[in-house]
């Protein structure tokens, strides 16, 4: 059973019967430089990913986190996917 943590970053290993695991820290309010250079303060969270090679080949790991991101922050299609 996972809990939640106040920590911001999660490290997460698999274990001997798990395929993957996904880790996100909780979100927290940072400074961040937009595309324009203006700063902004944004909520953040730190996401890991760990899984078994011999299953899950890198590439589509990353492609994983990837959509994850864009989703996450795309409010609109963060709706479709969760049906809301």
Known sequence: MLKCYPESHIYVTCTDQQVGILGVGRSVKEIVVKDDNSTAIRKMAYVSFSYDHRVIDGV??????????EVIENESLLKEVLKI
């Open 60 to 69: 589509l790991a990353s492609r994983f986190l990837g959509s994850l991101v």
